[in-house]
């Protein structure tokens, strides 16, 4: 099975297209190398998936010919990814929300006035 086609069917990609993107842009790998979108997969292989400063990693246990539900999904991959990830990966999630808040978007005319006189008064 191909590589960007078993992200999708195990639901670590949303779309096909977007694990070929993943893939393409060098954020995919296996067993620490880079690879093409139409690589086969084996059996025990390490997938491993950068996203947002933490790098993933999930072991292949089997395969499916077309995408699955959630509960299918879980028993054909293993997630190994270390705890420091996991944790690199909870930080940057909390300081995104920090930010901004979720949902909030971009700041409106209103928002950058106040904050134009917030910083012109700061000196």
């Not at 086609?5 to 949303?14: F, H, T």
């Not at 999930?58 to 010919?65: A, N, S």
């Amino acid at each position: 099975m191909r590589v960007d086609k078993y992200l999708w069917c195990v639901r670590l990609a949303k779309t096909r297209s977007i694990s070929t993107e993943w893939i393409k842009k060098g954020r995919v790998r296996i067993d620490g190398e880079q690879i093409k979108p139409s690589r086969n997969i084996k059996l025990n292989e390490v997938i491993q998936i950068t996203r947002n400063a933490a790098q993933f990693s999930f072991k292949v246990v089997g395969f499916v010919e077309r995408r699955v539900g959630a509960a299918i999904a879980k028993d054909l991959i293993q997630d190994i990814t270390p705890l420091e990830e996991l944790e690199k990966h909870k930080t940057y999630i909390a300081s995104q929300s920090v930010y901004r808040k979720f949902g909030e978007g971009k700041p409106n005319k209103k928002d950058r006035r106040d904050l134009d006189d917030f910083l012109e008064n700061w000196e």
